[in-house]
């Protein structure tokens, strides 16, 4: 997993944990005892180790605390990665979207840009309102109730928290030209 961008000089960026800056270690320490590894945004991210911080308890807490499956977590996931065609994001959540349950054909559509239809209701009514968001305009009211009726506000709320989290993975690993690893190991950052 390496970026490399112009002359192939890596740009992402190597943080030495016995470095000088104190704050930075302590983060890294924080989100890898966590985690058991540095997910690789967080590579980006501890430039500014109180950005890092913050956005290991967002990133913590649409892991585990939301009301969304992991299955429905995943078809945001996928959709934001789709928008910004983060290949790194779309290579790693494929995979962990096939563990989480999602059917192969449903996790295509959305890695290639179409409109997924899964056979579950909320499923659909995520995949619906990922998809209209990813288009200019405000989506249509149809979209908007059935999301609502079928998460309520709470879990649309839910949905485009890790949508926005997840557009500043796919953006990190854009920006930093990260290469998706061959075969991807999971790296729900």
Known sequence: MTATGAGDLPRLPEWDPAGPHGERREVAELVTGQRGRLPTPYRVWLANPELARRMHVLGEFLAGLTHLS???AEIVILSAARRWDAQYVLAVHAKEAR???LPA???AVITEGGAAEPSDLRQRALADMMAALAHRGTPPRG????AVALLGH???????ALAG???AVSLAMKLYDVTPPASAPPDPS
């Open 70 to 72: 992991k299955a429905e």
């Open 99 to 101: 563990t989480a349950g």
């Open 105 to 107: 054909e449903v996790v």
């Open 143 to 146: 979209v908007f109730d059935a």
């Open 154 to 160: 709470e879990g649309v709320a839910e949905a485009l």
């Open 165 to 167: 989290y997840f557009t």
